[in-house]
């Protein structure tokens, strides 16, 4: 599992599926949740060496690389160059704090040991039910990175960040989704101290926090899509298809000049038996008209790819179909949404804002 949960608070009484984390009833107040997570921590520069340690007087300084390290636990969380701004965490609070009239803390989460930290606030008044009792809701998150190749950024999406995954998925959202949808700041080198970058990006939250109104907007009509799912049955044989073509698993491959047939068990050996788990009795599955629908075929894979990693089986079959089969979850899960809104006869939702994930 590759959850990289380091600390966490989940509010709302809404869990996580790794059972991590402080979970508690309700909402809190930015600060509040920020200092209950763990994520209001200091991140600092520091000088590298390159030789044997055991020959301390032959180290010899490396000058055009620096490492960001936490100076409460000397976790070294990233390389970078010298001129990198650091962003403090209070920056993505303050970012949380704009919103909070707007939208109410859900989650706030550090990832592997510092390295990542995110948040995710509920927009009011844009929650809508795919069934009884199965309600989706529009999110702003956002996150900040020191591993040197993470900046801080967001988007507006349902994805509900509460592990690497997760992350991972609203970050693709990011890079790849509409420019009202998102927003990204890189740690620029153009500015002569880190005081001057964290002002500049203060300067530019305002208009960022506009984009909540347009998301408020849209989002019916991605609910309508998914409402939709709940209404076209998918039996067993159907959910296999679905995932066949979800993953691009071939009916036959060609080895050593021999055609020979590919199941799901052979391709995909973990992953499809946690999929098959997913679809009969994963999280959501016990809600009344999810059980036997495209809508329960989605969120198998939704929630499998929120909450596993992907794994090479050990036949000749899955090494040579691993490269095909397992791209980012971000690009699993558009895939699947694409298949599922052509089953449907409707446009693909990704265009107006899709990021389902696990919500359990």
Not at 67 to 78: C, H, N, V
Not at 171 to 178: C, D, H, I, K, L
Request: proline share 6%; aromatic share 8%.
């Amino acid at each position: 599992m590759s959850d990289q949960f380091t600390s966490g608070v989940l509010l709302n009484d809404e869990g996580a599926w790794h059972g991590k984390g402080i979970v508690k009833p309700g909402t809190l107040p930015p600060d509040e949740a920020f200092r209950l997570a763990g994520a209001l921590y200091e991140v600092r520069k520091g000088s590298l060496f390159m030789g044997d340690p055991a020959e301390a007087d032959d180290m010899v300084p490396v000058t055009d690389r620096v490492a960001l390290y936490r100076p409460d636990s000397g976790t070294i969380l990233g390389v970078v160059s010298p001129r990198y701004p650091i962003y403090p965490t209070s920056l993505l609070l303050k970012l949380a704090e704009g919103i909070k009239n707007e939208a109410d803390m859900n989650a706030v989460v550090v990832l592997a040991g510092g390295k990542r930290l995110a948040f995710t606030s509920k927009i009011h008044g844009a929650e809508i039910p795919i069934l009884p009792g199965d309600p989706i809701a529009p999110y702003l998150v956002g996150w900040l990175g020191f591993d040197g190749t993470t900046s801080l950024g967001g988007a507006y999406s349902t994805t509900r960040i509460v592990c690497w995954n997760t992350m991972q998925l609203a970050m693709g959202q990011a890079e790849n989704g509409r420019p009202d949808a998102s927003f990204r700041f890189p740690h620029a080198h153009g500015f002569e101290t880190d005081d001057e970058a964290i002002v500049y990006i203060e300067q530019q939250m305002d208009a960022l926090l506009a984009g909540i109104d347009i998301q408020r907007r849209t989002f019916p009509e991605v609910a309508s899509g998914y409402q939709q799912m709940t209404r076209m049955t998918m039996n067993s044989a159907e959910f296999t298809q679905f995932i066949r073509e979800v993953y691009g698993v071939p009916e036959t491959v060609v080895i050593d000049g021999e055609t020979r047939p590919v199941t799901l068990e052979m391709a995909m050996p973990r992953k499809w038996v946690a999929l098959q788990a997913a679809f009969h009795g994963g999280i959501g599955m016990d809600i009344n008209g999810v059980a036997g629908t495209l809508w329960a075929g989605f969120n198998a894979i939704t929630q499998v790819e929120t909450s596993m990693s992907p794994r090479t089986g050990r036949s000749a079959v899955a090494r040579r179909l691993h490269s095909t089969l397992f791209g980012a979850a971000n690009n699993i899960l558009r895939i699947a949404n694409r298949l599922a809104c052509a089953r449907l006869g409707i446009a693909d939702l990704n265009q107006a804002q899709t990021q389902l994930v696990e919500v359990a």
